[in-house]
């Protein structure tokens, strides 16, 4: 099972999760008490040991801002929590293959947000819905389909859980990770659901910071 700690800002963050190697490590730079500059973010990006992936988290963002944070190895995702679409993705997608000298460069790979909450008041925004038209239930049939990932969560940065009931029998048409309230208590239940990858953020904090000792544990028992 993979894992992703998310919201790194400072020096402690980059040497615990370098101790326990996640796969995953995501720096906010969407509006957040754990956003990061790009020139913080390079430095912290540059700190973090081979072999962890670094994501950026952006919300309704200009593409070639992420697309320029991508050609200068910042990040090598991006994580997408506003109303971004089809449209928008494959523009990042085009900007982020070519540099500024014209090298084609791989895409970037893009995790599309999915708030369940909304989808479930039947807020049909463009980052997608549940529509329940099988009868195996819930089927996510309408989202950016130029999508890598999908990420699904209770709404980006509110910390909570939402009821992962509704996963059960839903068919999902790309890999996807749990977002949302996870922590050492639950993690458990949410590796049962077997996402691709499980999400934490607040959950891995003591008093707003990062703690070395839940990090370490999440990711242990993320990998058991």
């Not at 990006?45 to 200068?72: C, E, K, M, T, W």
Request: glycine residues 8%.
């Amino acid at each position: 099972m993979r894992i992703k700690i998310c919201g790194l800002f400072r020096d402690e963050d980059i040497d615990f999760v370098n101790e326990a190697r996640p796969d995953y490590a995501g720096f906010v730079f969407a509006q957040s008490g754990r956003q990061v500059s790009p020139p913080l973010a390079q430095y912290l990006r540059f700190r973090l040991a081979s072999g962890i992936i670094p994501v950026g988290v952006f919300v309704n963002a200009p593409a070639d801002f992420i697309a320029q944070l991508y050609h200068s190895g910042v990040i090598s995702a991006a994580q997408l929590h506003g109303d971004e679409d089809d449209g928008y993705i494959d523009r990042l997608k085009k900007l982020s293959e070519t540099n500024s000298g014209r090298r084609k460069n791989e895409p970037i790979k893009v995790i599309k947000s999915i708030c369940i909450n909304k989808t479930a008041k039947k807020n049909e925004q463009t980052a997608g819905k549940i529509i329940r038209n099988n009868s195996r239930g819930s089927l996510f049939n309408s989202f950016p389909v130029n999508a890598d990932f999908l990420l699904l969560d209770s709404g980006a940065g509110s910390g909570k859980t939402f009821d992962w009931k509704q996963l059960n029998s839903i068919e999902f048409p790309k890999p996807w990770f749990l977002a949302g309230g996870i922590n050492i208590k639950n993690i458990k239940q949410a590796t049962e659901l077997n996402p691709f990858a499980i999400d934490v953020s607040s959950g891995a904090e003591t008093d707003g910071f990062k703690d070395r000792e839940k990090i370490l544990q999440l990711v242990s028992m993320c990998r058991q």
